[in-house]
């Protein structure tokens, strides 16, 4: 019998479940990614050892076991698949992974009303979990459904909490603007760590959070299953931790002369984490200052070559990064950044704004510039830091970091 170990889903190059399982005590885990012949022979043969299933083969693979325990029965869905006495064994980790990510993220269902996007199998497991954690009233919106997408805003006047459980992650499903009564939004995706769905909570001010810490926790029930391990749950906010500090940028965004790189160079010593700053990148990108670029060539010129320095700096992941005033004035700036990031407004009276090369600035003035970005960096930030002192910003952003 091969010992292989895996995750089986299309599409699933993203997949951190590696690197998960791996932390875990599991070496020999992999991805395959397979299309649904693959999937059918590869199950058929039955040369592994335990798999976790992903879309969309959580329904399909039900067809192929020996058993299915009463929890997937329950659900409609398996997203895990062990061997036990030369049987195939299906079982679902998914509602545990959920629950564990309702109660990390401190958002009671208790009473609630609540609508979840989709009706697959990661959705069955949402909507098992959110029975058992005692939910008032469960709506479920899908493409054919009696609830879908051209009548879902039908629901806004009770919607309390509003679930993605699709894998649609491009772009929001619904506009959230609607729900006026929402209290919390969650994504199950989690790569990118601020899908659209998040980003558009994250700007209304409501309660977010995505999947990975859900992935995270139905791996450490996986693995118990798998290789018999037990009290596995103590590593499972540390792995979290470890993956966020990973694929999680710290970005400051603020006025020119805010202190943002200053704070950003301590911030990533401290943290033993990269560090970036457009305007450095802009130079070693053309050879010249921001400054020198905007007095030569003009303010538009210089937005779209700051853009293409941004977009390079897109792919970065686990950064400290320091903007530059504007930066997030830019749409297209702000969707390149914002995937991975947690941003922090750094916000200093303007009267100690350091604004010594700073020709934007004195194109107007230090008031007038602030007064015109002011809406770009509150709606755009987590956290907003005052910046009296350089030493006291920096402990309160690592405690927010923490």
């Known amino acids: 019998m091969n010992n292989t170990f895996a995750l089986i889903g299309k599409n699933i190059g993203y997949s951190l479940s590696p690197e998960i399982h791996d932390n875990f005590g599991l070496k020999n885990y992999k991805l395959l990614d397979l299309n649904k012949s693959e999937f059918i022979s590869f199950i058929k043969k039955r040369n592994f050892k335990g798999l976790n299933i992903t879309t969309p083969y959580k329904e399909e693979v039900i067809k192929y076991l020996d058993e299915i325990d009463n929890l997937s029965k329950e659900i409609g869905a398996v997203n895990t698949v062990y061997l036990k006495n030369k049987k195939l064994i299906g079982t679902n ?36 979990a959110l029975k058992k954690t005692g939910a008032k009233r469960i709506n479920i919106v899908s493409r054919s459904g009696k609830i879908n997408y051209e009548n879902v805003y039908s629901l806004c006047k009770n919607t309390q909490i509003l679930i993605n459980a699709t894998p649609v992650k491009d772009k929001p499903l619904v506009n959230l603007e609607n729900f006026k009564k929402l209290k919390a939004v969650i994504d199950l995706n989690y790569s990118p760590l601020n899908t659209p ?24 029930m996986a693995n118990k299953l798998f290789v018999g391990k037990k009290n596995q749950s103590k590593k499972t906010n540390k792995i979290y ?51 020198d670029e905007i007095i030569n060539n003009g303010v538009i010129k210089y937005r779209k070559k700051e853009t293409a320095v941004i977009k390079k700096m897109s792919t970065l992941k686990g950064c400290v990064i320091a903007t530059g005033g504007g930066v997030f004035t830019i749409d297209k700036n702000r969707e390149y950044l914002e995937k991975n990031a947690i941003v922090f407004f750094i916000k200093r009276k303007i009267s100690k704004l350091d604004t010594s090369n700073r020709p934007l600035v004195k194109m107007s003035s230090p008031k007038e510039l602030y007064k015109q970005r002011k809406h770009v960096y509150f709606d755009n930030c987590d956290y907003i830091i005052n910046n009296k002192k350089i030493e006291k910003s920096v402990k309160e952003i690592k405690e927010i970091l923490k």
């Open 197 to 220: 769905f998040i980003l558009q909570a994250k700007k209304l001010k409501i309660k977010n959070a995505n999947g990975l810490y859900m992935l995270v926790a139905q791996a450490e």
């Open 93 to 128: 980790t998914d509602a545990y992974g959920f629950i564990k990510l309702l109660e990390y993220n401190d958002i009671s269902v208790k009473r609630k009303s609540i609508t979840v996007l989709g009706s697959g199998g990661a959705s069955k497991a949402v909507i098992y």
């Open 241 to 291: 931790d470890t993956l966020l500090r990973k694929n999680q940028n710290v970005i400051l965004i603020g006025m020119p002369g805010a202190g943002k790189t200053t704070i950003a160079k301590k911030i990533a010593k401290d943290l033993h984490l990269p560090f970036y700053d457009t305007d450095y990148k802009f130079k070693n990108f053309y050879g010249h200052s921001t400054a």
